[in-house]
């Protein structure tokens, strides 16, 4: 079993890295299942609409994760009680529209892939405690009790928290990557009781930016320049960047994790 997770797809670019190269690494690589997360997928860079969200689905994305900017574009909010396939942060607000978890059936139809969204409380918008919840969640969605699989997509700013939120879940599901910094890390690996893990899978966009977005402008923001506009994403060739977890469908545990950088700047 083969699971795809990519990380914030960033703007136009992003998307056309996606459209250009997603179809053949699914195909060249056998993958069963695929993640990326989306929130920052918009022309702007920030949300995600329901357009967007289809061409990913067209172009082989199974699920796509989210974090705080999901309610940048209003129309998800009624978009994402119709589709299941979209999730936001688990932790977010008793009655948030949406799910922040999910178990769906990959396209061979022989397995059961749970994914779970959380969003970090360090310098990030104030949620429930994402400990809390992923304690409940864990109980609910349980390896190889009701679901073959489980990944988590651990949408967070600091580094510890995320590592934390690895070893609480060691053991308990197939993989655990975080997101949200848009810079991917270097310490792929897997942990002691057979869970995959980075701390965070970077961005598909334009890494020749300041993460993600426009670098001259960005420049002229930390230079307290008045020419300055609000920030917007760079529009160079995008680099994909994630993870590919091959799982042993009899444990639902990592077997083998390896990077994926496709396309652009970032040096494979």
Not at 228 to 252: M, Q, R, Y
Request: include cysteine; charged fraction near 25%; hydrophobic fraction near 35%.
């Amino acid at each position: 079993m083969k699971i795809l997770i990519l990380g914030d797809i960033m703007g136009a670019s992003g998307r056309k890295a996606i459209n250009k190269s997603l179809p053949e690494i699914i195909n060249k690589n056998k993958i069963d299942f695929t993640i990326i997360n989306g929130e920052n997928a918009a022309d702007d860079g920030k949300g995600i609409t329901n357009s967007i969200a289809n061409e990913l689905y067209l172009k082989g994305v199974d699920v796509i994760t989210s974090g705080n900017h999901i309610w940048d574009k209003q129309e998800t909010v009624e978009y994402i009680n119709k589709e299941r396939r979209l999730l936001r942060p688990a932790n977010f607000a008793e009655g948030s529209p949406g799910s922040g978890y999910g178990v769906y059936i990959t396209k061979n139809k022989k397995y059961k892939v749970g994914v779970i969204n959380l969003m970090g409380n360090v310098f990030m918008r104030k949620t429930e405690d994402v400990f809390k919840t992923a304690k409940k969640i864990k109980e609910k969605i349980r390896l190889k009790k009701n679901v073959d699989f489980i990944v988590i997509d651990f949408h967070g700013e600091i580094t510890s928290e995320k590592m934390a939120m690895g070893h609480f879940f060691d053991g308990a599901s197939t993989a655990v990557v975080g997101t949200h910094t848009h810079v991917p890390t270097a310490d792929t690996r897997i942990l002691e009781k057979g869970t995959g893990y980075q701390t965070d899978i970077g961005m598909c966009g334009d890494y020749n930016s300041v993460i993600g977005m426009n670098k001259e402008n960005s420049l002229k923001k930390f230079l307290k320049d008045k020419t300055s506009t609000n920030h917007f994403p760079a529009e160079g060739e995008g680099t994909l960047s994630g993870i590919i977890v091959e799982a042993n469908p009899d444990t639902g545990l990592a077997n083998k994790i390896t990077r994926l950088i496709d396309g652009g700047s970032l040096i494979k």
